[in-house]
Nanobody, 118 residues
Framework: QVQLVESGGGLVQAGGSLRLSCAAS????????MGWYRQAPGKERELVAQ???????TYTDSAKGRFTISRDNAKSTVYLQMNSLKPEDTAIYYC????????????WGQGTQVTVSS
């Protein structure tokens, strides 16, 4: 069974920074995608950023230039450094682990709240 445990959310003023972490444990393929999604009240869950085991990354347009995703494969941990935060970044951020981009098994963390005040 795969477990994803997130940390690092909180309350920050606009323009501030936060760093999210997500550690994966259990038995799973070492080649995978780890990423962050977010869901704001009344909105659908959306991909924020994703990183493959070999380093390729994907960002949603609103995150480009402000957020940086990285991973430590030895620790099975993914990070999301968020700078220049805006009130519209307020959401629950969920860690995700998957093995294919077109479906298949995937796992989710419990979510961590990020609140950006104006």
């Amino acid at each position: 069974q795969v477990q994803l445990v997130e940390s690092g959310g909180g309350l920050v003023q606009a323009g501030g920074s936060l760093r999210l972490s997500c550690a994966a444990s259990g038995s799973f393929l070492s080649i995978n995608y780890m990423g962050w999604y977010r869901q704001a009240p009344g909105k659908e869950r959306e991909l924020v950023a994703q990183v493959h085991t070999f380093g390729s990354t994907t960002y949603t347009d609103s995150a480009k230039g402000r957020f940086t995703i990285s991973r430590d494969n030895a620790k099975s941990t993914v990070y999301l450094q968020m700078n220049s935060l805006k009130p519209e970044d307020t959401a629950i951020y969920y860690c995700n682990l998957r093995f294919r981009l077109d479906g298949g098994s995937e796992y989710w963390g419990q979510g961590t709240q990020v609140t950006v005040s104006s």
